[in-house]
């Protein structure tokens, strides 16, 4: 039997480049209603000494991250993959078109495919591929239907209305379509998966599939948990987030026929980057509109998911824990609790926490030639970070 078991995940280092203070969003209202283990090191002998790390947050720049920027070196990558989505979904049913069709016209800046365009690119220069094989283009094609499934079920899991400005799936057809396109595209993407006959690959993506929902099943039972660690979390975020930004990072290597050191490196770029994503899009649960966020702000907490700004602040407040345990039962609980939460420091300790993992994720693409694809894996951490500036 095949083993499925993940790659060993450092996850719960921290480090402290520096504070700042965030503004919180102002909230009203009641509460909503709302497998195989990777093995986790809580060891710290990869922490790099001081100096040994280019620091992401030391460098000032005049001029932020534009993420159009960054993609231009893959834009026809891009285009032909924005081509090939929606027909790869199949032409059997209808409601399955007209659904993909909302997906996959929903916007969204599709990084998941262009961080394996901008890998695939970045490593295949160093074997001397000039040009990107099918592999490489079939990959992008299902981590964007992987991610996108994922997207599907989470909606109908937290019975949001919104994603990206639009209206979800589920709003639209129906809980039961939005669960059965998701389950087609999961599907689908595995079908086109087992066509690569890459054994290995096989193996690293369908471990994503499976940490989707171990993610899930351990935020599920973490709900109003305030005895949940910072490592708890992070595991809880490689499950959902980093897990196939890893993976892809690494497939996408492997396809260009790199050393296994490199691909390795590719990996753990990945899943510092995914984990750094996590991060800042929970501080941007508490500092951005709905508007902004293109799904309901302020959800996470109101639905019990503790995240890294809560988790540090519960460090220092015993009455945020005793709030959180009463699930927002009274009136404007849930405002004071996000104001404990700003005042204890929580938010500018998860920009730490944040930072801490883009650093890791810079310093794992110094295997790397220099290059304009290497430049703009580098520019997507920044990018990154410029979101909770």
Known sequence: MLSLTCPSVDLCQSGCLGR??????QMSGSRRRGGVRCMVSTTRHDVPSAGEVRSVTAESSSE?????SLLEVVSGDMKMLNENLKSIIGAENPVLISAAEQIFGA????????LVFLVSRATAQI????ELTMQHRRLAEIIEMIHTASLIHDDVLDDSGMRRGKETIHQTYGTRVAVLAGDFMF???SWYLANLE???????ISQVIKDFASGEIKQASSLFDCDLTLEDYLLKSYYKTASLI?????????????????????????????????VVDDILDFTQSTEQLGKPAGSDLSKGNLTAPVIFALEKEPKLREIIDSEFSEAGSLDTAIELILECGGLSRAQELAKQKADLAIQKLQCLPESEYRN??????KYNLERID
């Open 246 to 278: 890893a993976s892809s990072a690494k497939s996408a290597a492997i396809f260009s026929s790199v050393s296994t050191s490199i691909c390795e490196q590719m990996f753990e770029y990945g899943k510092n980057l995914g984990l750094s994503f996590q």
């Open 64 to 68: 932020r991250v534009q993420v159009s």
């Open 127 to 130: 074997d001397g591929i000039r």
């Open 198 to 204: 890459n054994i290995e690959v096989i193996k690293l």
């Open 107 to 114: 916007g969204g800046k599709r990084l998941r495919p262009a």
């Open 20 to 25: 700042r203070r965030l503004r919180p969003l």
């Open 187 to 189: 599907a689908q993407s």
């Open 376 to 381: 703009s894996l580098e520019g997507i951490v």
